[in-house]
Each structure stands twice: as C-alpha cells, then as structure tokens.
C-alpha cells in the first residue's frame, strides 16, 4: 500500500509540474504576441492616399520620437534598405546658394531626406549640387541655370525617399526604382544604398545617372533608348532595368558639349505595369 501511495503521489507532482510547465509557455507565448502587437502599433504609418502626397517646409522637422537607425555602409553586404521611414522629411541647409549655369531659364530646387532611413540629408544635398553643377549636367546645353533654396518655393524637390514613401509620393505601387511626378523628383533610398548589379560603373556614378535622369524628366525630357550595341547610353535611357547593350552613363553631356540621345521609347521592367503613368 505505501509503495502504491508513493507512485500516486509521485505522478501527481509530475502531473502539476506538465501543467504549470504549460501554463508558463503560454504566458511566454501571451508576453510575445502583445510585445510584438506593441512594436506594429509603433510603426510610422504611410500616408493616406487622400492626404497631400508631396510633404511641404512645414512637415521639414525631425520626427524626434522616432531616433534614426545608424547611417548603413554601402559597401556592406549586409545593408539595411529601410523599406518604411517615418514618412517626414528634413530639408538640406544649402551649402552654395549662387546660381550656376551660364545661360538659360532659372530653375530652383530643394532638396529634402525622409527621416528614418539612416542616410544623411547634407551629404545627399551635397551630391546633389555637385552632380548638377557638373559641366557635364544639365548647365552644359545652355538651356538652364539651377539655385539651390532652403526648404522655401522652388521649382523642384529632389527627395531621397523610403522605396514606401516613394510609391505616396509618385502615385503608383512600384516601389522598385526612381521617379519624377510633378515638381517631386524622388530618388528610391534602396537604389541609392545598392545600385543596380548590372550597372558598368561604381556606385556614385549610378548616383549621378538616377539624380540626372529624374531631373531630365523634370526639364521635360521623356525616356530614350539604346541607340545600338556598344555605344553610350543616353541618360534619359531606363537603364535601372537593363543597359540593352549600351554603356552605362549618368551624364547628358558626356564631354561636356554633346548631348548622347537615342529613339524615344521605354524599356518597361518587370515592375513597371503597362499602364503605369508615372516617369521611371
């Protein structure tokens, strides 16, 4: 009979200790759901597609609730692409506010980073004004002068934008490459971070080709193609999605007198819906 008792009472504490066993990985598992709803509740929401897509000076701030991830390294296999920023935006200070250009109608810009992606808005504004300033940019047909305005009225805005806020921005689901819509001029932070891997050159001068082909849309130029194998591709040319046998090239005026063009027409990648209305 003891014995008997013993092995009752021992199947009984195994018993009580399963079912607390149980009743403490369910409150792990309660613990992490709730820990997990918290962190999406705090997620910067995107815009509302009836709200004003383009953020105007008023919106510049910092979000200082929402501290800013490390700035990532380019050349780090491991990049963080921040698919979501915080949907607000900081305007650049300009560094040079003089005219440049020696002939032609005056355009200005700002220039403008969402807050949230880990990248820099004066080193972007920098860039920038030296890909524009660039003898071989936009200045050297004659046709236009640029100035760089401090988050005031301008003509443009170049903005470095979350691939999310990219598609408020530019009114279309592609959250793939760059755009212009309107007055907004939107550089994809992800192609910025990583270029493209079919691109011939370094980064910076994919950096130079995406600033000068989304402000060519901007003067009112639309897309162009290889004009054949083995020749420079005109900037105007969707060369995000494929070279098409030309040489990759991030300048109107290669040399600095000669504009590289080539027949009008699209290349259309595998992002880009047939109707999609919006410059790629």
Same mark, same amino acid.
């Given at each position: 009979m003891t014995e008997g008792r013993l092995d009752r009472n021992r199947r009984l504490r195994r018993r009580r200790r399963f079912v607390l066993l149980?009743?403490?990985v369910v409150m792990a598992g309660a613990g992490l759901y709730?820990? #997990? !709803?918290?962190? $999406?509740?705090?997620?910067?929401?995107? %815009?509302?597609?009836? *709200? @004003?897509a383009v953020p105007t000076s008023a919106a510049a701030e910092a979000d200082e609730a929402v501290p800013p991830p490390p700035s990532p390294s380019p050349e780090a296999a491991n990049v963080p692409l921040y698919f979501?920023?915080?949907?607000?935006?900081?305007?650049?200070e300009p560094a040079d506010t003089a005219v440049f250009g020696d002939a032609g109608t005056l355009m200005t810009y700002?220039?403008?980073a969402e807050n949230g992606i880990g990248l820099d808005v004066e080193e972007f504004s920098d860039f920038v004004h030296a890909t524009l300033v660039d003898e071989r940019?936009?200045?050297?047909?004659?046709?236009?002068?640029?100035?760089? #305005? !401090?988050?005031? $009225?301008?003509?443009?805005?170049?903005? %470095?934008?979350?691939? *999310? @806020?990219?598609?408020?921005?530019?009114?279309s689901q592609n959250t793939t490459v760059s755009c212009r819509n309107g007055d907004a001029v939107v550089i994809n932070s992800a192609r910025w971070i990583t270029g493209v891997e079919h691109w011939d050159g370094t980064l910076d001068t994919y950096r130079e080709y995406a600033v000068n082909h989304e402000v060519g849309h901007r003067l009112g130029h639309g897309h162009e193609v290889c004009p054949g194998d083995g020749e420079l591709s005109p900037v105007m040319a969707q060369q995000t999605y494929q070279l098409a046998g030309c040489t990759g090239n991030a300048w109107p005026f290669p040399d600095g007198e000669t504009y590289v063009s080539g027949p009008a027409g699209d290349y259309n990648?595998?992002?880009l819906p047939p109707d999609d209305f919006i410059d790629q």
């Open positions: 149980a009743v403490l709730f820990a #997990v !709803g918290a962190a $999406d509740s705090e997620k910067p929401q995107a %815009l509302d597609e009836d *709200e @004003q979501s920023g915080t949907g607000t935006w900081t305007y650049a700002n220039v403008a940019s936009w200045t050297a047909g004659g046709a236009w002068r640029f100035q760089q #305005v !401090g988050g005031g $009225d301008a003509d443009f805005t170049i903005y %470095l934008a979350s691939p *999310e @806020q990219r598609s408020y921005l530019c009114g990648g595998p992002d």
